[in-house]
């Protein structure tokens, strides 16, 4: 059986979970409000590792607005940045309290996010908690495991898919518009012969701010229509990804037990983790998307 038919095939678990979805649920760690920047809330989501953040009305109320992720926070390119949580606030698509951790697991999966925003009711929308996929994970490996112990080489997800592979010279630049827009899940940052080295993933990005730019905004002329700049979109602090990625995270072979590494990432909370072939080459990587279809 083909490697692509086993992943479509193969049960999903938490999609068929009865399971309530107050079991997984987890509380805001801070209150955003529409008129608050960007930047502000990027340093409070570092704080807190917060992959999906609520947006109220008001301080003094309960109720959502709707709610904003982690990539939204990147959105924020510069240090005078004054882009604001308002302009780029999802309102949809959001939990009740009464519906199961399937549910929780279909919205994340179909619309490609790190959580999801529960409310009481689609009505009031008064937030009640947040439900994220390293939560729901953590949640899966409470349940039993299945009968037949798959290997990595059925799960991972391969180079070009929503993970990436980029030689540690190459400047940090190269994928922040992808990481901030979601089309890429990480990056696996190699040595000469393809080898793993490190890698990256929204947090190192949200961790750091030596990718900021001085501008959202485009070169100003000088004097006239000069092609002379001043400066204003000129790069700041850019480095190699070498810099910024995490090391140290441990390469899965093939032929390594995808429950094993669910078990890492659940423990350790990281998020990717490189996938090797024979010969020690970056193939693609395990995300958090392939371990919770496990």
Request: no cysteine.
């Amino acid at each position: 059986m083909g490697l692509v038919k086993l992943k479509v095939e193969r049960a999903v678990r938490l999609s068929a979970s009865r399971v309530p979805i107050g079991w997984v649920l987890e509380d805001p760690r801070f209150k955003t409000l529409m008129g608050d920047t960007l930047l502000r809330v990027r340093g409070r989501a570092r704080r807190y590792r917060a992959a999906v953040i609520p947006v109220y009305k008001s301080t003094s109320s309960d109720a959502a607005e709707g709610f904003i992720t982690v990539h939204d926070v990147l959105l924020a390119r510069s240090f005078a940045s004054t882009r604001s949580v308002g302009s780029v606030v999802r309102r949809w698509p959001l939990a009740t309290f009464e519906e199961s951790v399937s549910r929780a697991y279909e919205l994340m999966s179909r619309y490609g996010l790190p959580g999801i925003l529960v409310v009481d009711d689609l009505a009031r929308r008064s937030v009640v908690g947040l439900v994220t996929a390293l939560g729901l994970l953590r949640e899966l490996m409470y349940m039993d495991p299945p009968e037949e112990a798959r290997p990595v080489s059925s799960s991972y997800t391969e180079l070009g898919d929503g993970v990436i592979s980029l030689h540690w010279r190459e400047p940090v630049t190269r994928v922040i518009d992808e990481i901030a827009g979601g089309r890429v899940l990480g990056v696996v940052v190699v040595n000469d012969e393809g080898g793993p080295q490190g890698t990256i993933t929204v947090w190192d990005l949200i961790r750091t701010g030596k990718w900021f730019t001085r501008s959202e905004h485009g070169p100003k002329a000088v004097m006239g229509a000069a092609q002379v700049s001043r400066g204003e979109s000129r790069r700041v602090g850019v480095m190699r990804v070498q810099r910024l990625m995490r090391r140290g995270v441990p390469a899965a072979a093939m032929e390594t037990p995808m429950r094993s590494v669910m078990r890492f990432m659940a423990s350790t909370g990281i998020e990717l983790v490189p996938v090797v072939d024979g010969d020690g080459v970056v193939r693609g990587a395990v995300t958090l998307r392939d371990a919770l279809r496990e």
